[in-house]
């Protein structure tokens, strides 16, 4: 059985950092393209960055380029997601989604999804 959990969520104030990450169980990630996502109340949810499963190429949102950084470690079979220079428009439930779909560009849909971990950036 497949289980992605994400961890590292929490309150920070508007400048701060997080890491969050996405450990699995049942599939090792480092075949799998791994995306996060992230829903805030009200809105839809946003892909906000990926890693690919041939050659780990990286993509990310626009708005949150140069501040986010995604990355594989492999013995650990987890992606994190590093966090820097937070925005309250950044506040949402973060999802991370894995895909054994074999490319260079992240798919546009996911096999498995984690239960999401919550970052409210607040002063």
């Known amino acids: 059985q497949v289980q992605l959990v994400e961890s590292g969520g929490g309150l920070v104030q508007p400048g701060g950092s997080l890491r969050l990450s996405c450990a699995a169980s049942g599939v090792t990630l480092d075949r799998h393209a791994v995306g996060w996502f992230r829903q805030a109340p009200g809105k839809e949810r946003e892909g906000v960055s990926c890693?690919?499963?041939?050659?780990?190429?990286?993509f990310y949102r626009a708005s949150v380029r140069g501040r986010f950084t995604i990355s594989r470690d492999n013995d650990k079979n987890t992606v994190y997601l590093e966090m820097n220079n937070l925005k309250p428009e950044d506040t949402a439930v973060y999802y991370c989604?894995?895909?054994?779909?074999?490319?260079?560009?992240?798919?546009?849909?996911?096999?498995?999804w984690g239960q999401g971990t919550q970052v409210t950036v607040s002063s």
């Open positions: 989604a894995a895909d054994r779909s074999w490319g260079e560009v992240c798919p546009a849909t996911y096999d498995h």
């Open positions: 890693i690919s499963s041939k050659d780990d190429h990286t």
